[in-house]
């Protein structure tokens, strides 16, 4: 059994390459989550949950092929035309306490739908939200969901309670989602916090999952690793099994997203070294061929571009390659 650890792009793109490996889990962060307009939104588990089952839009890698967008177009349209000027818009600071506690820190009003969210997407979110107000926690609804789309995969959030990866920038503290999707990347970053993480814990099913090998996929080491490694004892279980993490640079080049700016705001080299000491629980590392960078842990070599299925088999293979060579080294 290998268990994944997996933000929303990266790893989603290595994790097309084992579609059909029943010794698989995959556990997924939920600081990218956030409430909208009485909604449960879940981006990275619904990325691995539509790949899983055969509807992901791969040309986007979120949400779900052939959507169509006639909701969000409508509200757009009233947002507009009351007003809004185009910014996300928590709900009021006292809001954020009240209803669900899995949504507090990432409460947002409908009138500012800064995400482009699908008609059929719109109806899983809606459908997770009603089963979590009858007591569903969101291990169980994801399990729920898995199985109705036919997404034959272990899918864990990382917690059932509530973490937010809040971006302090140039405008104040925000959300991530209103950094990358609300203002498309393009403030000055000074930090990042995960709201909520102290208090947080990882389930049973997590816990259990971490001590079987560990993959990291090249997802952002800050905003879809961050947090999982952030709850109380997940770091802890980390140190005490094997790991093998794939760097999603080639030197100081990356593949794309915002790691590069998020890296450099918490002190971290933006590149591959960097993203090395970033990991310091890490047995072994997976690189691309033209990669120079010197390593003092175990390393394989190959084209760490995903750009087809086969591509990411490759890579899956080496990631086997490098937890083999561990066992050897032990």
Not at 91 to 107: F, H, N, S, T, V
Request: proline residues 4%; aromatic residues 8%; negative net charge.
């Amino acid at each position: 059994m290998v268990t994944f650890l997996s933000g929303g792009t990266g790893t989603p793109k290595l994790l097309s390459g084992v579609i059909g490996n029943e010794d698989i889990i995959v556990v997924g962060n939920t600081g990218d989550d956030i409430e909208m307009g009485d909604m449960i939104i879940c981006p990275d588990l619904d990325t691995v949950m539509y790949l899983f089952s055969g509807l992901l839009d791969r040309k986007k890698w979120w949400g779900m092929e052939n959507d169509t967008f006639k909701t969000h177009k409508l509200l757009a349209e009233f947002a507009e035309k009351s007003g809004w000027n185009g910014e996300p818009q928590f709900l009021p600071e006292e809001d954020q306490m009240r209803g669900r506690k899995i949504a507090r820190w990432r409460r947002f009003s409908r009138d500012s739908e800064f995400m482009k969210i699908g008609d059929m997407d719109r109806a899983i979110h809606s459908f997770r939200s009603s089963r979590i107000d009858s007591g569903d926690n969101l291990t169980e609804i994801t399990e729920k969901l898995c199985t109705m789309l036919g997404a034959e995969i272990e899918l864990l959030p990382m917690s059932n309670d509530p973490v937010s990866s809040m971006v302090i920038t140039e405008r104040g503290k925000m959300h991530f989602q209103s950094f990358w999707a609300g203002y498309k990347g393009k403030l000055k970053v000074k930090g990042v916090e995960y709201e909520g993480s102290e208090m947080a814990k990882p389930t049973e099913e997590v816990s259990n999952a971490l001590k079987d090998k560990v993959i990291i996929g090249p997802s952002n080491p800050v905003t879809s690793i961050g947090p999982i490694r952030a709850i109380n004892g997940i770091e802890k279980l980390l140190w005490k099994t094997k790991v093998v993490a794939v760097s999603p640079f080639i030197g100081d080049k990356t593949f794309s997203g915002p790691v590069k700016k998020l890296m450099e705001s918490m002190e971290m080299r933006p590149d591959t070294s960097g993203f090395v000491d970033a990991y310091p629980f890490v047995d072994a590392f997976v690189i691309d061929n033209e990669d120079k960078t010197k390593i003092d842990r175990t390393v394989v070599k190959t084209d760490i571009r995903m750009n087809c299925r086969s591509d990411s088999i490759r890579v899956y293979e080496a990631c086997c390659e490098a937890l083999k060579n561990i066992d050897d080294n032990v």
